[in-house]
């Protein structure tokens, strides 16, 4: 009688399932031996349970620092003596003038302050009356 349309043949399937497997199997052994072959990437460094203050701790290893040995690490030292070059002759900016600062009345707590004239406005009110509501 034969197979019904449509179906597989069991044992095919179990051998190419079972072959996956190996290769994956294969695979996840290759990897690991890899790994094994560089130790030192490895390491999990992990803090000590204990934190009590009996417990000594050792300062981490010196790392070389490859800044030093770069060209660029005097580079800062050229620029500022370009700099110095270059603003050699020039002169500050000129600023603006002091300001004359004006005696005024507070109109409500009537106090004087000394306040910009910029800031006069007409009836003037102190900062201490605008921030309490003039309650002094």
Not at 71 to 94: G, M, V
């Amino acid at each position: 009688m034969g197979r019904p349309k449509g179906a597989k043949n069991k044992t095919s399937s179990k051998t190419t399932g079972v072959s996956k497997l190996i290769k994956l199997v294969e695979q996840l052994v290759d990897r690991m031996d890899r790994l094994e072959a560089r130790p030192e990437q490895n390491v999990v460094r992990t803090m000590p349970l204990s934190t009590s203050s009996n417990t000594q701790t050792t300062a981490p290893a010196k790392r070389e620092n490859h800044f030093e040995s770069m060209p660029e690490f005097d580079s800062c030292k050229d620029d500022s003596i370009l700099d110095r070059k270059l603003w050699a002759n020039r002169q500050p900016s000129p600023r603006r003038e002091s300001v004359r600062m004006e005696d005024l009345i507070c109109t409500k707590c009537l106090r004087t302050k000394r306040v910009n004239p910029q800031y006069e406005p007409n009836p003037f009110v102190c900062n201490d009356c605008l921030t309490t509501g003039g309650q002094r």
